[in-house]
């Protein structure tokens, strides 16, 4: 698949990046550039992706999880407040901050030490974070928090509803949203019924067992 290569007038694009990137068109299944908005095969309107790659690699604050550093030092994500966006949205640099128990309206004793860092939002409002502390998942994986989302989240007797393990880390929870066209099919559960077989099969192993109370 050849890309067209954009010029000096959009010097955040770096083309290289995508033409090594492949997504999965959710209609047809077919294998396309992750910068693609349109289906070539099926015709299908898809999500652009979440971020950009800057021109120059940037400095990041030192607290920020190695990963995470990693990601930012050469991406900037398209904002919290970004309304074009499909079922969510990854914050900027400059909007990452620690999220806590009391950010997320949680009282109990279990979830007195929970630390994370809001890295995105969902389209109703919901909290996507990456876990630093958290009684049901390890340091590194990515949950979601807010009232519509489909839970209990995690592993463990501490499990709290309204909250959902979206990926083990953050590195394959980037790599399912390519996969998924950037659409995060966990924010939207109801909406997996009407994916190809294949796909709605490992989507629901994948939050199953991340999550190990959820009834979807
Ligand atoms: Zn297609």
């Known amino acids: 698949m050849l890309l067209v290569v954009r010029g000096p007038a959009r ?17 047809c299944e077919e294998q396309i550039p992750a910068d693609k908005v349109t289906c070539p095969l099926c015709g299908v309107q898809l999500d652009p992706p979440p971020y950009v790659v800057l021109s120059a690699p940037r400095n990041v604050p030192a607290w920020l999880p190695p ?5 930012f030092v050469e991406h900037e994500g398209c904002g919290m407040d970004d309304s074009s966006r499909g079922s969510f949205r990854l914050a900027r640099l400059a ?4 999220l806590t128990a009391k950010d997320i309206y949680v009282d109990s ?6 630390d994370s ?11 996507i974070c990456y876990v630093l502390n958290a009684p049901v998942a390890s340091r590194g994986a990515i949950m979601a928090f807010g009232g519509g989302v489909a839970g209990p989240g995690g592993t463990g007797p501490d499990r709290i509803p309204g909250s959902l393990v979206l990926a083990p880390n953050f590195t394959s929870w980037l790599a399912r949203l390519r996969e998924d066209g950037w ?10 019924c009407g994916l190809p077989e294949k796909r709605e099969k490992i989507l629901k192993q994948h939050f199953q067992s991340l999550n190990l109370g959820i009834g979807w």
């Open 95 to 98: 909007e990452l901050e620690h």
């Open 109 to 114: 004793p279990a979830w007195k030490s929970f």
């Open 11 to 27: 010097p955040l694009i770096s083309v290289a990046f995508f033409a090594t990137t492949m997504k999965t068109c959710w209609q």
């Open 67 to 71: 990963d995470l550093a990693t990601f």
């Open 117 to 127: 860092i809001a890295i995105g939002a969902g389209q109703y409002g919901d909290w």
């Open 183 to 192: 659409e995060e099919y966990g924010l939207t559960p109801g909406s997996i």
